[in-house]
């Protein structure tokens, strides 16, 4: 395969035949192009949903409340549906194998301040299970503890740019801040995904919120993920079946939509994949198709190479060349042009999406790419390709006898 005579001789037939080899290289060369180009919008697509719930865990479950908007057993509608601590206990109690980790919120503002710097922030209380929901990366020191719930502590875990705004000398880990009169000590730094919003939050636990705020056992929200066992559509038979019991303990019709709400992100997650598996499969036949059109067009022209050089390959015969060599010679020059013409193609499809990348932005397809895995199995795909295109002119040529080609005018 390596013998010097031999490719010689495949680049000299592919010199004498450049307009037919360019020709039918570009279909090759153009659906490589195409299958590279969809792949990388495909993949941009799939990195802006990835974006999109990189502050949440993927299998998310949030549970918030509201009023009534139909009246029920005796009860009028327009009644406020008020969680507490004990719904949250009983969502753990009744649900323990189907939740992951679950953690209730109670939402607050106020007025920061570290010596002579201060600024408004968003406050939000949780449980230690909250930074696993919300995909929180502690940098320096730690977050919420289930002690700080139990003794109901003043602490606070504060978002890097907190730090920023507040500390800015010197790090906040270990100082006290002033929050609408009351002074926290920071015990944690973090950062998020989700952007400047999410880094601009102060987390305390939320019995101590509680405590401050009202002396109550009141919550504004319950988040849970659910067991990563379940996938999408036991998923979201478990939240369908959290909704209906919720409901019911608070007397609330099953047809109200109002008084409880449940977002499961495993329905976005399921239509997700469902679209970009649909997107995936048309990129595949859209790419398959025009290649099958290529090794076509390559498959012709390797029966009319092996036509018009009927009488060499007979006098190859006559001298002793073995059917084995006829096949190796064919074979290689219709792999060679369909590899070079993919590799352009492949190089021009990866090209078309580097360069359009910003500008697909707008279009919510963020950082579209085409990937490793997908060269290497276009590569493998080329070779395949090219060996079917000219295995059908190869074999024919190898049966060739040689009285009959010697006689072929």
Do not use: C
């Not at 038979?237 to 099953?254: A, I, Y």
Request: proline share 2%; hydrophobic share 45%.
């Amino acid at each position: 395969m390596f013998d010097r005579d031999l490719w010689r001789e495949i680049f000299q037939s592919i010199n004498m035949n450049r307009t037919r080899s360019l020709l039918s290289g570009f279909t090759v060369a153009f659906a490589i192009s195409l299958f590279a180009i969809l792949f990388g919008v495909v993949n941009g697509l799939v990195n802006t949903f990835d974006n999109a719930f990189a502050d949440d865990a993927a299998n998310s479950i949030f549970i918030q409340s509201g009023r009534t908007s139909k009246a029920n057993k005796g009860l009028q509608a327009g009644r406020q549906i008020q969680f507490k601590n004990e719904d949250y206990q009983y969502i753990k109690d009744e649900f323990g194998d189907k939740v992951q980790f679950i953690t209730a919120r109670v939402y607050r503002g106020g007025i920061a301040s570290f010596r002579n710097e201060q600024s408004s922030y968003n406050i939000r209380a949780v449980h230690p299970d909250h930074q696993f929901l919300e995909n929180t990366k502690v940098e320096y020191g730690r977050y919420i503890n289930q002690l700080d719930v139990d003794n109901k502590t003043k602490v606070v875990v504060i978002g890097r740019l907190v730090e920023e705004d507040l500390f800015l000398k010197t790090t906040a880990l270990g100082k006290y801040i002033n929050l609408n009169g009351i002074q926290y000590k920071v015990v944690g730094i973090f950062s998020d995904d989700g952007g400047d919003n999410e880094e601009r939050l102060i987390y305390m636990p939320i019995s101590t919120a509680q405590q401050v705020y009202g002396n109550n056992d009141y919550i504004d929200q319950i988040n849970l993920t659910y067991n990563p066992n379940l996938n999408f559509d036991q998923a979201i038979g478990f939240s369908n079946q959290l909704t209906k019991k919720l409901k019911d303990r608070f007397l609330v019709s099953q047809n109200d939509q109002r008084a409880i709400r449940v977002r499961n992100l495993a329905n976005e997650s399921k239509a997700i994949n469902q679209m970009t598996g649909g997107l995936g499969v048309m990129v595949l036949v859209i790419g398959f198709g025009t290649l099958i059109a290529g090794i076509v067009g390559i498959s012709n022209m390797m029966i009319f190479i092996v036509k018009e050089r009927t009488k060499e390959i007979g006098i190859r015969k006559a001298l002793g060349a073995s059917p084995k060599s006829i096949v190796l010679i064919i074979l290689l020059e219709s792999i060679l042009v369909t590899l070079i013409a993919g590799f352009v193609g492949l190089l021009i499809g990866m090209g078309v999406v580097e360069l359009a990348g910003p500008m697909l932005e707008k279009y919510f397809i963020k950082d579209p790419s085409v990937s490793l895995s997908v060269v290497v199995a276009a590569s493998i795909t080329l070779i395949v390709a090219g060996g079917i295109a000219g295995y059908l002119p190869a074999k024919k040529a190898s049966r060739i006898k040689p009285i009959v080609a010697l006689r072929n005018d």
